[in-house]
């Protein structure tokens, strides 16, 4: 069966440093990745997705960015962080839908 | 820009009684899936509808999609404490050569022992 694996489960980073979460998928081959990032009390906004290796795109201009080095690895960066980056993050894959969630990262920019 | 709309935002009942959440576009989606999202975990899937008019019963959970497939409601019957949770709609369409899909905002639902 298929599993998603996201880390870390919480972190805490001060404002202006780097950011790096990842995920990996298991028992699935060139599944399509996403990132979602999950306000309280909202919907979730997709940020990036990807279709293969190297392959990002993503849906709304902001400080950060994704990377998929591997086919079943995919990365959510920032060089600096901004409060505003606060949020719950979470990874997820599908193929042929429905999509299926990693547990989230809870990250606090401070 | 596609949007979903869930109704009620916020819902608290008693253990026992009975509720339904709505889920409203303007849009048309090829497919429409619910999940139950916990606390700090990621959301769960509970089920996908296809066809307008399609009806999805899972235990006391029944899941109607709209005949025009723009719309959706979750019904469920004497809720359980179990129950608690946000509970999200999200619209599926065919962009290219990969589905993506829409979320609403949910709704958070609490069932009081």
């Known amino acids: 069966s298929q599993t998603i694996h996201q880390w870390p489960a919480t972190l805490v980073q001060p404002v202006g440093s780097p950011l790096s979460l990842e995920c990996t998928v298991e028992?699935?081959?060139?599944?399509?990745l996403y990132w979602y990032r999950q306000a309280a009390g909202r919907g979730l906004q997709l940020l990036f997705y990807s279709v293969g290796i190297g392959q990002i795109s993503s849906e709304v201009p902001q400080n950060l960015s994704a990377s998929r080095p591997q086919d079943r690895q995919f990365i959510l960066s920032s060089k600096k962080l901004l409060l505003s980056d606060s949020g719950f993050y979470l990874c997820?894959?599908?193929?042929?839908?429905?999509?299926?969630f990693g547990n989230g990262t809870r990250l606090t920019v401070t | 820009t596609q949007l979903l709309e869930q109704s009620p935002q916020f819902l608290s009942i008693q253990e026992g009684e009975n509720l339904t959440v709505y889920c409203n576009s303007s849009s048309v989606f090829s497919s429409l899936q619910w999940y139950r999202q916990e606390p700090g975990e990621g959301p769960v899937l509970l089920v996908t509808v296809v066809t307008g008019g399609e009806v999805k019963k899972l235990k006391r959970l029944t899941f109607q999609f709209g005949d025009a497939r723009k719309d959706s409601s979750l019904h469920i019957t004497a809720a359980q404490t179990g129950d608690t949770g946000l509970y999200l709609c999200?619209?599926?369409?065919?962009?290219?050569?990969?589905?993506?899909?829409?979320f609403g905002p949910g709704t958070s639902l609490s069932v009081i022992p």
């Open positions: 997820a894959w599908e193929r042929s839908s429905p999509l299926h």
């Open positions: 028992g699935t081959s060139n599944p399509n």
């Open positions: 999200a619209g599926g369409y065919v962009k290219t050569s990969y589905d993506k899909v829409i």
